[in-house]
């Protein structure tokens, strides 16, 4: 990044959102469609954001893997108040709650975690108990999604449709005594989580949770 290019950016100081772990592109494009009904929003998975996208959009999502984690974790060292998701970092097992993920990958977002400036907000999956093991080492704010009763964006009552044209899953997020009801074309526990992503997110950035469970009806 140029020196003009640097001024521009750090006078429009758009939020930057970094989302990784297993299945973050489903999430990021849940997340990126949510956003998007109330921001400008930019998703990047390989090339960094140039002076167009910075005068364009005004969140970068950055699509956080082994391929690009030099390019965009300096984006974390830069930004004031960036958001940090992680997914889960191993397989999500539909017929349990809680499942172990891989200590490499939590490793990784760990050392992700321990860079993020103060006034940072980290995201991640109270069901994976990999994730939920860096909850006594995190220094910034920080929120968690599950179907777990403890995470803070919890999905209950979770109910499959498979009648014809309806088919899809019904459940309802539950989060700081608020219940909205979501309607998905999708079931996979996945497309749960994603969607929590995108309510646990929303959240930060001051969107309505009502509107939030609208919009995710339309995100599949």
């Given at each position: 990044?140029d020196?003009?290019?640097?001024?521009?950016?750090?006078?429009?100081?758009?939020?930057?959102?970094?989302?990784?772990?297993?299945?973050?592109?489903?999430?990021s494009?849940?997340?990126?469609f949510?956003?998007?009904k109330?921001?400008k929003?930019?998703?990047?998975?390989?090339?960094?954001?140039?002076?167009?996208?910075?005068?364009?959009y005004?969140?970068?999502?950055?699509?956080?893997s082994?391929?690009?984690k030099?390019?965009f974790?300096?984006?974390?060292?830069?930004?004031?108040?960036?958001i940090l998701?992680a997914t889960n970092?191993?397989?999500i097992?539909?017929?349990?709650?809680?499942?172990?993920?891989?200590?490499t990958l939590?490793q990784k977002?760990?050392?992700?975690?321990?860079?993020?400036?103060?006034?940072s907000?980290?995201?991640?999956?109270y069901d994976d108990?990999?994730?939920?093991?860096?909850?006594?080492?995190?220094?910034?704010e920080?929120?968690?999604f599950?179907?777990a009763?403890?995470?803070?964006?919890?999905?209950s009552?979770?109910?499959?449709?498979?009648?014809?044209e309806t088919?899809?899953?019904?459940?309802?997020i539950?989060?700081?005594g608020?219940?909205?009801p979501?309607?998905?074309?999708?079931?996979?526990?996945?497309?749960?989580?994603?969607?929590?992503?995108?309510?646990?997110?929303?959240?930060?950035?001051?969107v309505?949770?009502v509107?939030?469970?609208?919009?995710?009806?339309?995100?599949?």
């Open positions: 990044m020196i003009f290019t640097k001024i521009i950016y750090f006078i429009k100081k758009p939020r930057i959102i970094l989302i990784t772990g297993q299945g973050y592109d489903k999430s494009r849940v997340l990126s949510v956003l998007g109330y921001y929003v930019g998703t990047f998975k390989i090339n960094e954001p140039n002076l167009k996208d910075i005068l364009k005004n969140i970068f999502i950055f699509e956080y082994p391929e690009n030099d390019n974790k300096k984006w974390l060292l830069i930004s004031k108040n960036p998701i970092t191993g397989e097992l539909s017929e349990k709650g809680f499942f172990q993920g891989d200590q939590s977002i760990k050392e992700l975690a321990d860079i993020l400036p103060l006034f907000h980290l995201i991640l999956n108990e990999s994730l939920r093991a860096l909850i006594p080492h995190i220094k910034t920080f929120s968690s599950g179907v009763a403890r995470a803070d964006f919890v999905a009552d979770i109910i499959a449709n498979k009648e014809n088919e899809g899953v019904n459940f309802k539950n989060y700081n608020k219940v909205v979501v309607w998905i074309k999708k079931g996979e526990k996945e497309d749960i989580y994603a969607s929590l992503v995108g309510a646990a997110c929303g959240e930060v950035l001051g309505n949770l509107e939030i469970s609208n919009v995710l009806s339309e995100s599949f």
